[in-house]
């Protein structure tokens, strides 16, 4: 995965990470927490990895990390400086917006760096064998 963007992708906010190829990869499930099933969402192999998950039957929109610790987070895909989207960065275990202010956050939605003042929101996440929960 790309993790260091130009000038132009950091004024215009465009991250990375991507939406899942398979659209189907997951559900709101009955519930009301996200369902992702592991053996469709091949971006989240890998640690280290990531998705985006953007749609109208989510309040927000989402970042589900592989991190390279072989855990799995969530968090709300909004930078607390300017509500830019956010990318991992695996090389340094960090979450970072995608703006020039470059605001870095750990896995835990701590700010380390940048204009941020608030934590990020994280959500809770249960994994089983092929599946992700994720507490909304």
């Given amino acids: 995965m ?3 963007l130009n000038i132009l992708q950091r004024l215009f ?3 990375a990470t991507k939406k899942p190829s398979d659209p189907q ?3 709101v499930n009955d519930d009301n ?3 992702i099933d592991l053996n469709k969402a091949i971006e989240l192999k890998q640690p280290g990895s990531a998705i985006r998950l953007e749609d109208k039957q989510l309040n927000d929109r989402l970042l589900i990390c592989h991190g390279t610790d072989n ?3 969530a968090f709300v895909n ?3 400086h300017m509500g830019r989207r956010l990318d991992p960065i695996p090389e340094t275990k960090t979450i970072q917006c995608c703006s020039i202010g470059k605001t870095t956050y750990d896995y ?3 700010v380390l760096s940048g204009s941020a ?3 990020l929101d994280t959500l809770s996440v249960d994994k089983t064998t092929d599946k992700l929960i994720i507490r909304l």
């Fill in 2 to 4: 790309k993790t260091e």
């Fill in 25 to 27: 990869c997951w559900k």
């Fill in 117 to 119: 003042k608030d934590k």
């Fill in 71 to 73: 855990n799995y987070y």
């Fill in 108 to 110: 835990a939605g701590t």
């Fill in 33 to 35: 927490n996200i369902e």
């Fill in 13 to 15: 906010g465009i991250c």
């Fill in 78 to 80: 909004k930078c607390k």
